[in-house]
């Protein structure tokens, strides 16, 4: 089924510049701060300080004897990864130029932006990662066992775009130990992006990737939605952190090492059309609230997961999901469970299915926030046809941008914690 194959696209918005590397001296890096919580049954809800950062690639990234010249990976002064640790520095970012907006517990994200002499709407797609309280490092997010929630105002995010919640296997450093010197500016610049579309980026894990290898790793997508159509979907890895190879039969899977299709749950693919949408029962039109739950197989963090269960709330109304029948009406599903993803996504069992999106779970993953919009497929697979109600072109971003230039995205009161810990029935 064409329109299950989910976010496999996800990443290919990327605007590839470049990125890592020492740090420059130019633009001073002001993290946006965003509070976040953390939760327990006894405890309830504790505030983190925490704060946002954009990825590296949106950096300028320049000649340190001679600031005004750009590096370009394969070209000198960074014709290889370690004279590009040498001879290049990443500067810091005016968040206000990029899109990005925190408030307190909010996070606003906008696609574009208008240039205030032109009066030109240009790009700007951020992805932004969760840094810890400290800043120096990535906020280690354990979701087996337990649960992830926030609230999310997408009423003004039409078809064809793309707000996403979702976790990467990134290291947590940004890959400053993993690049072996090679990479001075770390999480803080927002370095070590992967994902498990296996992305080829300029640097990986910071340093130059002169190989075109791809960065390949567990990437599990909470929340990929416009005020039209919602999915969410695993994409296990075979296992690790980052894997690094030039194509998916080399990463030693002859089938691909990662899941890019991962296994999907969307409603309305489902069959029901009423239950998201604008005026819809969860009502896109107004604010609500999104719980993901990472059930494992015997309650505790040692277990395996099992399922993957999703409730709305709005109005102080817990709504639930709605009841899948797939495998030819002989597997009833309200979650992504093994015998779901049985059903609809073999490609994700031949991945060690959930199982393995839960160990990464287990070992720590990277909150990311972005948004994007998608030249080459419109993000049909997530709205259109099978998927959704919005016709094959109205997600032309060249269209969007004519009658929504301010489309945003807004996720507030991002809370995660023991299962039954983040919210009140
Ligand atoms: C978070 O920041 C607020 C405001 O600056 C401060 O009052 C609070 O003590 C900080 N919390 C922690 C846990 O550091
Ligand atoms: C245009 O934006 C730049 C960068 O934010 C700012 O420095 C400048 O003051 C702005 N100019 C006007 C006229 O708003
Ligand atoms: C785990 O907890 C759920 C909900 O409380 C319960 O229904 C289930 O039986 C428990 N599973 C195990 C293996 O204890
Ligand atoms: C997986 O699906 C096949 C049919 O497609 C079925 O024979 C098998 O029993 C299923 N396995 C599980 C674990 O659900
Ligand atoms: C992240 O947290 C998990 C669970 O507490 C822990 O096992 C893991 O070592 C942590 N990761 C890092 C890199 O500290
Ligand atoms: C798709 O929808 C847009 C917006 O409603 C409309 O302008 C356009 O004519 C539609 N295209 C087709 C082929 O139906």
């Known amino acids: ?18 990125s890592a590397q020492q740090i420059g001296t130019t633009t001073p890096e002001r993290h946006p701060p965003l509070t976040t919580y953390k939760c327990s049954v006894a405890g309830g809800c504790q505030a983190l300080n925490t704060s946002v950062v954009i990825d590296s690639s949106t950096r300028w990234l320049h000649s340190i004897s001679t600031p005004s010249q750009g590096c370009n990976v394969g070209s000198a002064p960074c014709d290889t990864a370690e004279a590009c640790a040498a001879n290049c520095a990443l500067e810091g970012v005016d968040y206000s130029l990029q899109g990005i907006q925190t408030t307190g517990d909010a996070l606003k994200l906008n696609q574009w932006r208008q240039d205030n002499t032109t009066g030109k709407w240009q790009t700007v797609s951020p992805r932004t990662y969760l840094l810890s309280p400290t800043g120096d490092t990535y906020e280690n997010i354990t979701l087996l066992n337990a649960e992830l929630t926030f609230d999310v105002d997408l009423s003004n995010l039409p078809c064809g775009m793309n707000g996403a919640l979702y976790l990467s296997e990134m290291e947590l450093d940004g890959g400053i ?33 002169t190989a075109k290898l791809g960065a390949c790793c567990n ?19 075979m296992a690790e952190r980052i894997r690094t190879c030039d194509n998916d039969v080399d990463c030693g899977q002859p089938k691909g090492y990662c899941d890019k299709w991962g296994c999907s749950f969307n409603a309305y693919q489902q069959g029901y059309h009423d239950f998201y949408g604008r005026g819809k029962q969860v009502d896109t039109n107004k604010k609500f609230t999104v719980v993901t739950q990472f059930v494992s197989s015997n309650n505790r963090t040692d277990g395996k997961l099992v399922d993957i269960r999703r409730l709305y709330i709005q109005d102080g109304k817990v709504i639930q999901n709605v009841q899948a029948k797939v495998g030819g009406g002989s597997v009833l599903a309200d979650s992504v469970t093994d015998p779901y993803c049985n059903a609809t996504a073999t490609w994700t069992q031949e991945r060690g299915g959930i199982a393995h999106m839960g160990e ?63 919210f009140k029935a």
């Not at 990479?183 to 894990?205: M, W």
């Not at 990437?219 to 890895?237: K, S």
Request: with cysteine; aromatic share 10%; proline share 7%.
């Open 219 to 237: 990437e599990m997508d909470i929340w990929e939605a416009n005020a039209l159509a919602t999915a969410y979907t695993p994409h296990p890895c």
């Open 177 to 209: 130990t993993a690049s072996k010197g090679l990479n001075k500016a770390g999480a803080p610049y927002g370095t070590g992006y992967c994902d498990a579309q296996c992305p080829s980026l300029p640097f990986i894990n910071g340093a130059a990737n």
């Open 1 to 18: 089924m064409a329109s299950s194959l989910a976010s496999f696209l996800l990443p290919l918005l990327l605007t590839v510049a470049a």
């Open 360 to 422: 990464a779970l287990a070992r720590g993953m990277v909150l990311i926030f972005s948004l994007w919009a998608d030249d080459g497929g419109y993000m049909t697979w997530l709205d259109s046809g099978n998927s959704g109600p919005c016709n094959a072109t109205e997600g032309n971003p060249a269209e969007i941008v004519q009658h929504t230039p301010d489309a945003s995205v807004t996720f507030s009161n991002i809370r995660w914690g023991e299962i039954g810990s983040t």
